[in-house]
């Protein structure tokens, strides 16, 4: 689901989620262009806790098929605020034949066959390999960032390919690895002027590490759920907080429809595979998320061998529960049993520090170097020439999915890189 993110303050459950450096109207221009590079579909207004934008969505909302909208009628008519998810995809459901997309039953969670995922491979990766200055080098790894004697310039780049060492040098370099390997790259690049690393005399490269509190959970309908295309569906009424709990809960959204070996893992041994099938064509699948809180102590750290340790203690852990337990609350009135059971595609109920999906924060930004590993441009504080541009930057998760918001600030940092490259 591809939402834009309010970036400021929040008081939880467990604490506050710091404000960012800049505000919702600095990222708005940039979430619009981004929502048009990637062929957002959605509508504007339907969502009562979405932030205000210029412009409607590029594309309609993608259009619900009869389970899901009878699931949208009823939760309308219980007070309830449900919204089209936002969704980048090649799809034109006006005119069948010139859709890229085919709705098909394995969008979610799988590659796209037919490339009709507007993905960053597909919108833009390939499209820049077209130009004869760009080139993409597989089965390579960065292992090191050289600097200038004074540690103020990064003057190579050392990567580990097929086995042997290459260099390579720019006036500008820009990691962009992932929140946990952007960190690994700038711990791994210790030298003499950068001790704990580079970029990192605040001490906080790899700290704050965030994922969300993520639980994926399928309820079973009284009739046969026949949709294939399911993740249409979006509800924010619990976001900020619920009639009896007043603190944010979060997002509840749907996600690709089960199928019945996905049961494998959590049923006995002696069911039969026709029955878990005849459970997944019962299933509706929904995807519960909290956001977590920026911690110190949660960080990317390096071993001895240079590879990722990733320490977390989970928090927040009150909203996630009760999120789960309004979703069943409101099971009986949406026409499914009361019962909730885990979805073992998605790694289980909880999604356990394992993945990594939305992994974001180990490089923030800010204004002051003594808590900030890079400026509201994205450059690192301690270097002239080093840019962070992917999740790293985030000071706060929110509870929706942080990819719209890289793409938007990969936009904004590319603005400011245009200038100074004048």
């Known amino acids: 689901m591809e939402r834009r993110f309010f970036a400021s303050e929040v008081r939880h459950h467990d604490g506050v989620s710091p404000g960012w450096p800049l505000s919702y109207e600095d990222f708005e221009t940039y979430y619009t262009q981004a929502e048009e590079l990637y062929q957002v579909h959605g509508l504007r207004g339907e969502d009562p806790t979405e932030p205000p934008a210029s412009k409607p969505y590029p594309y309609p909302p993608i259009v619900h098929e ?24 090649m799809l034109n459901e006006a005119h069948r ?59 190579e780049v050392v990567i580990s390919r097929n086995g042997n060492a ?18 690994r790259i700038l711990l791994l690049s ?7 690393g580079l970029a990192n005399g605040s001490d906080q490269v790899g700290r704050n590490y965030m994922f969300h509190n993520s639980q994926a959970v399928v309820a079973l309908a009284l009739k046969p759920n026949l949709t294939r295309f399911q993740k249409t569906i979006s509800l924010n009424d619990f976001y900020f907080r619920d ?22 893992d959590d049923a006995p041994f002696f069911a039969p595979g026709f029955a878990l099938d005849e459970m997944a064509r019962h299933a509706v699948d929904f995807w519960l ?17 240079k590879k990722i340790v990733l320490s977390y203690t989970f928090n927040n852990s009150v909203p996630t529960k009760r999120l789960y337990e309004r979703l069943k609350s409101m099971l009986e009135f949406l026409g499914m049993q009361k019962h909730l059971i885990p979805n073992s595609a998605y790694m289980g109920k909880e999604i356990p520090i394992a993945g990594v999906g939305h992994q974001s924060g180990t490089c923030r930004f800010g204004t002051d170097p003594t808590i900030s590993v890079l400026d509201v441009n994205c450059k690192a504080h301690e270097l002239d020439n080093l840019y962070v541009v992917d999740t790293s930057f985030f000071c706060s998760i929110g509870a929706v999915n942080p990819s719209l918001t890289a793409i938007a600030n990969a936009l904004r940092v590319g603005d400011h890189l245009l200038e100074r490259l004048k």
């Not at 977590?292 to 960080?299: A, E, F, L, T, V």
Request: net charge negative; with cysteine; proline share 7%.
């Open 166 to 183: 290459e260099g390579y040098r720019g006036d500008i370099v820009v990691v962009s690895a992932g929140a946990a390997n952007s960190a």
């Open 243 to 264: 009639k009896d709990f007043d603190f944010p809960m979060g997002n509840i959204q749907m996600i690709g429809k089960s199928k019945g070996p996905m049961f494998r």
């Open 190 to 196: 210790a030298n003499d002027k950068h001790p704990n």
């Open 66 to 89: 009869p389970r899901i909208q009878r699931l949208n009628d009823d939760l309308l008519k219980a007070g309830y605020h449900p919204f089209h998810a936002p969704t980048a995809v």
């Open 97 to 155: 034949a010139e859709s890229h997309c085919l709705k098909c039953d394995t969008c979610d969670g799988y590659p796209c066959l037919v490339h009709a995922k507007a993905d960053a491979e597909v919108i833009a990766v390939r499209p820049a390999l077209k130009h004869s200055n760009v080139t993409l080098l597989t089965n390579a790894e960065v292992v090191q960032l050289k600097t200038s004697p004074s540690g103020r310039e990064v003057t």
């Open 289 to 305: 998320t909290t956001e977590d809180i920026p911690d110190h102590d949660n960080r990317v750290t390096l071993d001895r061998e």
